[in-house]
């Protein structure tokens, strides 16, 4: 679910006029728990054909970045967190400062702590000087979480970002993008 979120923020972004590449996290578990879930299985060739984020270093020519992940016990997954404790490269140098930040994630349901993920995301942002970038209340009459996009995917993850999810990412980035 999170790479369909990651594939709505990379269309709506080139919609408007913006160069955005996706790229995702190296996961060592992946092959293992990928069979376990329907959606993993279902877009399992799709994501194997993302590229992977191989250097941290490949994160400095962007001038904003979105994060995104599955929620797993109210924090982002240990693959996301390897990614992000692969960046403290970056920190004494503040390298990352000034980019502008997003995040978005999927939980199972509301008492999933997702909105925790979407901090956890939003914190490793502010450690490395870049600007989160707030998530308007009720943005396209989809409740969301200021921290970022949050979409839930029901208890065993089967529900699909739905129409109203992806018009909240749109109607964001749209006004991201204006400001």
């Known amino acids: 679910n999170p790479y369909l979120l990651a594939c709505e923020y990379q269309r709506t972004l080139r919609d408007l006029g913006i160069d955005a590449s996706l790229y995702r996290v190296h996961d060592p578990n992946f092959e293992q728990f990928a069979p376990l879930f329907e959606s993993s299985r279902e877009y399992a060739g799709a994501l194997r054909a993302v590229p992977v984020l191989s250097d ?8 904003a970045l979105f994060f995104g992940s599955p929620t797993y016990f109210g924090n982002v997954s240990s ?9 403290s490269v970056f920190w004494t140098d503040a ?3 000034g980019k502008l930040f997003g995040a978005f994630a999927s939980a199972s349901t509301p008492q999933g702590a997702g909105d925790v993920c979407l901090l956890a995301l939003n914190i490793f942002a502010q450690h ?3 600007y989160p970038l707030p998530v308007p209340a009720n943005i ?3 409740a969301q979480p200021a921290y970022g996009i949050l ?15 992806y018009a909240a990412i749109r109607d964001y980035l749209t006004r991201v993008v204006k400001r």
């Open 128 to 130: 490395m000087g870049m």
């Open 95 to 97: 390298a990352l400062e």
């Open 151 to 165: 979409h839930y995917s029901g208890e065993t993850a089967l529900n699909r970002p739905d129409a109203k999810t």
């Open 56 to 63: 941290p270093s490949m994160l400095l020519p962007f001038d």
């Open 79 to 87: 693959a996301m967190k390897a990614c992000m404790d692969g960046c």
């Open 140 to 142: 396209a009459g989809c």
